[in-house]
């Protein structure tokens, strides 16, 4: 760029010096005008260059700023409030934003923030069809919007979306969406020195005029056809002026920059300078030569500065400062480039403090969970080899292997056999609840029948249900292959998990068990229902939770370790499905569990969650 400059302004010098001594007359006039039309579009087409960085510059910029918000503060894993409270906090530090929005993985609004501040529950709505969540969910990567209207203002907008992505399995949990209004970029084009009435404005692929001095240019939906070439054409105004264009590309859209001054005005300095060349050529060349080579001294010393200073900075040496000893363009831009130097030498060190925070707390909280699995593995296992000790004495206190018992001695040794049983249950909850924490449970994927697990899963229950006197019911969907592929084990363990807190809560009425099939969506699902008490709307989080139940008193009339759901989820998950809940106070609740549908074996049929970093 520094030698292209040299080489024109040389090259312009060298004409008007030797021109007057190898030309006369028109001939000279002709090349004088001609020199004086190039340097008017050369100079158009600067200034369409520098505005095109700026835009980009400050797109990119948004769209950092959309990233930061992502990856560094962990938008998707924060509170709803918190939430709300950064996009809100994003959307008043950066005007171009007209409204925010967090969309997640299944393409519904789920938190928002809007310029208007009218922003409400009420206004969120799905998004799953549409290409900002289409676009970033399918490729991971940021989508750029075709310029669209809004409805309320007529303003242009263009949307920006950024896909969460998910680091364990490298697809998109949800987008963040911004709609990015176009008068902050004509804001930039405002603080551009134009001579006479020059004018710029931005065009994008449809040509449409998007960003205008004139808001009634862009209210009135004006579109424009900018020229292929630099020049002199018909203006957005219709009358003849100089034009000068340069393209930009967000993500697939591409916008143009045009820069437009009136032809009189741009060539006034050529058509005067027609007027007085031939009587004053002698003069104007000494002026001119002594003028041109300290103009372009002064044009190429800045910006071979300005060069040096920026590959420094790209080296990584953020400590390098641009010279300022000019009030004129090129001291404002070294002063803009040391401000946005310290900008990012601010960041960079922000950024830095918080990994370094992140990393202490990441491994603290790794430490404290290895801790405490080791913990309750051990304590596990010491606790299960004396009551297993219990509970064979029991038994064979029972069997009379002592001698007979009275039935006040046969009543308390059931008892204390029953107790037994219980505790060794709730060892063996909190020892599976351990390993899935520690990340060391095996899934074993082979075939099985749906449909005889679930018979013999009723057939088990078979004694709780005459003991309340409940009806059971099953359902099986006729598209429910024969055979499926997955851990019959450990799927087993969650519905008997389920059907028992089913017949336990369940006082009177029915208990069923329904199994379908989604082949459109390539899953299938277990429904466990009951007739029983219910669950409060504020505890239907709460029932997952590791020693959490809906009743947490000590005299509560159902009892449990609150860990069968919690150990339910983590299975569920494990075995990547879903596990959700409907209830209703009195009138009972349903669990449903929606895992993937396999009907062939995996390559691995034995995933272990520790070699997977699940």
Known sequence: ??????????????????????????????????????????????VAARESTLVAAFVQQLENDLRSLVQVRGLKELPLDQQKSLLSELLSYRNAFDRIFLVDATGQEQAGASRTGLFTAADLRSRAQAEEFVGP???????????????????????????????????????????????????????????????????DSTKRVVAHVDPSVILKGTYFAPPAQDGIYTGLNGTSAVLATNSIHLGEQTFTIVTEKPTAVALALAINTLVIVTG?????????????????????????????????IQ?????????????????????????????????????????????VATAKAKESARVKGEFLANM????RTPLNAIIGFSDMLLMGMVGELTEQQKHKVERLRENGHRLLALINNVLD???????????????????????????????????????????IDPELPASLVGDEQRIEQVVVNLLSNAFKFTDQGSVALEITA???????????????????PHALDLIFEEFRQVDGSSSRAYKGSGLGLAITRNLVRVMDGQISVKSELGKGSTFTVTLPMLEEAPGNTVL???AMGA
């Open 137 to 203: 969910t399918t490729s991971g990567r940021v989508y750029y919007s075709a310029v669209h209207t809004d409805s309320a203002s007529g303003e242009p907008l263009m949307t920006i979306a950024v896909p969460l992505l998910n680091l364990r399995s490298g697809s998109a949990d949800g987008v963040l969406v911004a709609d990015v209004r176009f008068k902050p970029i004509q804001d930039l084009f405002s603080g551009v020195e134009t001579t006479d009435q020059g004018v710029i404005y931005m065009v």
């Open 608 to 610: 272990q969650l520790e």
């Open 518 to 536: 989604n082949r459109a969506e390539h899953t299938w699902s277990l429904s466990v229902s009951d007739t029983g008490i219910g669950i409060p």
């Open 433 to 475: 609840l351990t390993r899935i924490e520690a990340r060391r449970i095996e899934i074993a994927q082979k075939p099985f029948s749906p449909a005889a697990l679930a018979k013999r899963l009723i057939a088990q229950m078979e004694v709780l249900a005459q003991k309340n006197a409940l009806d059971v019911k099953t359902g």
């Open 280 to 312: 004053l050529i002698l003069i104007v060349l000494v002026i001119a030569v002594g003028v041109g080579l300290l103009g372009v001294r002064q044009i190429v010393r800045p910006i071979q500065a300005l060069a040096s200073t920026a590959q420094a």
């Open 1 to 46: 760029m520094r030698r292209s400059i040299r080489t024109r302004l040389l090259v312009t010098l060298i004409g008007l010096a030797v021109g007057p001594l190898l030309v006369v007359g028109v001939l000279l006039d002709w090349q004088i005008f001609t020199v004086q039309q190039q340097q008017a579009i050369a100079l158009q087409h600067e």
């Open 380 to 383: 596990s296992h010491e606790l």
């Open 315 to 359: 080296q990584g040496d953020l400590s390098q400062k641009a010279d300022v000893s000019s009030s004129d363009e090129f001291g404002q831009l070294a002063r803009t480039f040391n401000a946005m130097t310290d900008a990012i030498l601010h960041r960079e060190k922000e950024l830095r403090q918080q990994a370094e925070e992140l990393r």
